[in-house]
């Protein structure tokens, strides 16, 4: 196993692995790897965003191990459990409006203390402010049309002055109509126009078709 220079993050030819937080335990049937008394859960590419532009190149500096992350689109939690692999030291608060989601979500947040589960809309992150702190890191995965005004609205909430956030573009969701390329040059105008550094932009190809990574850091 090869470090990639973020915690718990390893790399196995061209695979990638977290050290598992929980040793034994699968997530979504990924498979687990035993090296010198530790154990690694292979982290698919095609089922989480995050592994893909990781292998991408992208590398959020603020995703430690001590980290404190909002999680927005959790989902069943495929990669909030990697995140919680990361995260050790940290805490994550993941946020998803479907209470099916939720339900299945909750079998993972139930074998691991570092997530926090909150069934809310992340439309409105004033109704968790007496949960969640200023966090680290902002993570997006939300198939909305508005998905770019909610990370936003989340940022300006939560997100620490030197944090990172990390939105995943759903062209798709946004406007079928247009090029995903010009949606994605859109969303980074406006970002950039409330006040977000654009670091970097991972496309997903070949894991996610018409999806994006925008990796942003928040400005004064």
Known sequence: MKSIGIDNVYKMGNKLYTR???????????????????????????????????LKGLKPEVLTKDARVL????????????????????????????????KAFLGV???????????????????YQTVVPRVDFL??????????DIFMRNAMMYLKTDGMGLLMVKTRSIDVALPPKEIIEKVK???????????????????????????VKREG
């Open 109 to 127: 947040v139930e074998r691991r203390m570092n997530i926090i589960p909150l069934l809310m809309d992340a439309n409105h992150p004033e109704r």
């Open 20 to 54: 598992n937080l929980c040793k034994g335990v699968r997530v979504y049937g990924e498979s687990l790897k035993r090296i010198d008394g530790e154990e690694y859960r292979a982290w698919n590419p095609y089922r989480s965003k995050l592994a893909a532009a990781i």
């Open 71 to 102: 999680y927005l689109g959790a989902a069943t939690g495929t990669t909030v459990s990697h995140i919680s692999d990361i995260v050790v030291d940290g805490m994550i608060y993941a946020v998803e409006s479907s209470p099916f989601a939720m």
């Open 139 to 148: 993570y997006q995965d939300v198939s909305q049309r508005n998905q770019d």
């Open 189 to 215: 105008e406006k970002l950039r126009g409330n006040g977000f550094n654009v670091l970097q932009v991972k496309q997903l190809t070949p894991y996610d078709k018409d999806h994006a990574a925008i990796l």
